[in-house]
């Protein structure tokens, strides 16, 4: 073995010490000295303001990459990405239309409770505000006099002060508030500004799952506001998306048992826009409108699919309207992000709508729009704020939320839809004389939609 006098190795690491010390010092007058000449080496219109700035060896990626370093982190880094967002703060529950009214602000807060308490923020989700629809923000959507006139009278019967009269030709009677209404206007001008942060934060590479808790009021139209929506943050959502991000398609996938007819309003004759609507049978319920028929106009002829439920349709139906229509027409449709407005009417215990789904079904429809998404790189906005029973609300909500991020969670139906034999477990037949009625129909659905759009589509041939 070789062996070396250790006596000779101090004054060695001394003189490399000294030797590597001249060289750092020769290294940053060099670089210091670039910098001040390199700037009067370019014209005017080549200099940055990096370009002018004396720098340091240390300084060097920081000017030059800290910016995109951080952007590159928050889009590829999935590993250290939370895979949720929710968008939540107090001031939504002044969405209250007074007492003794079907419609109060409390369901939010109520489920951020039950959230809260039953899945911790950990890694699952973060709790994030947003800042108020501006004025801007609002003309995308309605007219000034729609705006000033919705202001005024809302903010006049949260004082108890006299309201004015042109509010009825810009509301239907539902949106007039009882006693003790809260700030309405002020909320909803939130719920915009929440849709407006969902769309900034998946755009920016932050998240790439957004759920607004109250959004989906997808029945307020350009100028008429109509069974308790006042702005539609849905359409804000693909208006916005397409104006400020330039998206060329956008997909509207739309599962609250009303037909969204303010949504289809907005987009009925854009191309941009493809709006898959499922809700229960319109012959049969509010607004009277979503018929198979009604599949948009002009460049637009095609993009609006409604699928009418049959009353009671259940997991199985869902199921069926999902793998025969939404998922192909959607992988053919190719969006560039998906905005779902969903909510837990469907429920079969709803106080107002007559559809049979459960906790299962609401699971496996926030599961298959999770999988949609891969489309567009797992892009994809949730908006929630309907169902008219608080016994079932917060596990409905809860279980399609969960599903939609990707988040494991186990939730059991409170009890069985009575007709519903097979209880909550799902499998690839109905499991009683009634389903099989109720998809038997949902059958002839699906054949009666392929026939009117098979032109538009060519999965649907």
Known sequence: MFHRNTSDIRPLAGHLERREFLKGIISLGILTLLSYLLPSCLSKSEQTPEAIIPI????????????????????????????????????????????????TGSRYRRFIDFLQETLPEADNYRIIKADPATRNDLIMLCSKEYIDITRDYYKAANLGLSRPEQFNQYHSKENVPGERPGKIEEAARLIVGQAKKACDLIQDGQYDKVVSIGGGMHH???????AFCVYNDVAFCALYLMQVYGLERVLILDTDAHAGNGTSEYFYNDPRVLLIDLHQDPATLYPASGFINEIGSGKGKGFTINIPMPVGASYYSYQLAFESIVEPVT???????????????????????ELGLNIEGFKMMGEKVRVMSD?????????TCSGYNRKYRNFAWMAFITRFGGIELNLEELESFPEQSGGDTPSTEPASISDTIRFTEMESIITELRSQLKDYWTCLR
């Open 331 to 353: 992988k053919e449709f190719k969006p560039q992000i998906i905005i779902w407005e969903g909510g837990s009417d469907p429920h079969f215990g709803d106080r107002i709508c």
């Open 375 to 383: 489309i567009c790189g797992g892009k994809a906005i949730c908006l």
């Open 220 to 226: 307020a139209r350009p100028d008429f506001g109509e």
């Open 56 to 103: 340091s060896p240390s300084d060097i990626p920081v000017i030059n990459d800290e910016k995109e370093v951080t952007k590159t982190a928050d889009t590829s880094d999935t590993s250290k990405r939370t895979p949720l967002a929710i968008l939540y703060r107090q001031e939504l529950q002044e969405y209250n239309f007074g007492t003794r009214r079907l419609y």
